[in-house]
Every structure is written in C-alpha cells, then in structure tokens.
C-alpha cells in the first residue's frame, strides 16, 4: 500500500517509493526556484529492500508515492538450512524469508519471535 505527497512534503527519515522500490530518505536539499523555473528537490535515498542509493531530482510541488511501512512480529515455525518459515502474530499468515547471515540464523530457535518489516508485499527482518 502506498499514498500520494508532494515532494515539498517530505523529510528526513521518512519513506518514498523510487522506481517501485521503497526507499527511506538520507538527505533532501532544495535548490532555490530560478528566474522561469520552480524549486527543484534532490532526495538522496536508500531502497530499503536492496540496499541500493539512489537519487532523484523533481520540483517540489510534484507528487510521489510514499509506501506505508509496517513493522510487525513473527513467530519462527521451522528452520530448515537458510530458510525460515515465519507466522505473523497478528494475522497468522505463514511466510519463508531466505536469511544470508549465519550468524542471525545461529541465534533462530523455534517458537521464538522476530520484527520484521513489511512494504509493498516484501519482508525484511528487522534486527
């Protein structure tokens, strides 16, 4: 799920979608509006799915999807090598997350609870 805002709007912090990955803002810096043209907006983000920088440069009045992201908690069902099969705690939907760390995965026990986030269908733990 995701909301419509102006880039003028936003701060800091905050979440934005940039090409269909939600990203979590690191810096905004506004240049001043010129003689024929409005105030341009560069927001320097992190897509928080991936990991990967991005940058983007519009006006401040246009308007841009900010994702809704939720932080949830989940219950540890089976381990079985890297993959490990969660229950969320509020819906009881059941979902396997591929965990690349070994050392997070060392620590997993069974019935143990994790937060993970959750945005535009994806996963994340959230450690």
């Known amino acids: 799920m995701k909301e419509q805002t102006e880039v003028g709007k936003l701060k800091e912090g905050r979440y934005v979608v940039v090409d269909d990955?939600?990203?979590?803002?690191?810096?905004?810096?506004?240049s001043k509006p010129g003689k024929h043209g409005a105030a341009?907006?560069?927001?320097?983000?992190?897509?928080?799915?991936?990991?990967?920088?991005?940058s983007v440069v519009s006006p401040?009045?246009?308007?841009?999807?900010?994702?809704i992201v939720e932080r949830k908690t989940g219950q540890i069902l089976t381990i079985a090598g890297n993959v490990v099969t969660f229950m969320d705690m509020k819906d009881f939907n059941n979902f396997e997350l591929v965990i690349e760390?070994?050392?997070?995965?060392?620590?997993?026990?069974?019935?143990?609870e994790v937060?993970?986030?959750?945005?535009?269908?994806?996963?994340?733990?959230d450690l």
């Open 21 to 30: 990955e939600p990203c979590k803002i690191q810096s905004i810096s506004i």
């Open 40 to 54: 341009k907006s560069r927001l320097d983000v992190v897509g928080l799915f991936d990991g990967q920088k991005r």
């Open 60 to 67: 401040t009045s246009a308007t841009v999807y900010a994702p």
């Open 101 to 112: 760390d070994e050392h997070i995965l060392e620590t997993f026990q069974p019935a143990q």
């Open 115 to 125: 937060p993970y986030i959750e945005s535009l269908g994806k996963r994340k733990l």
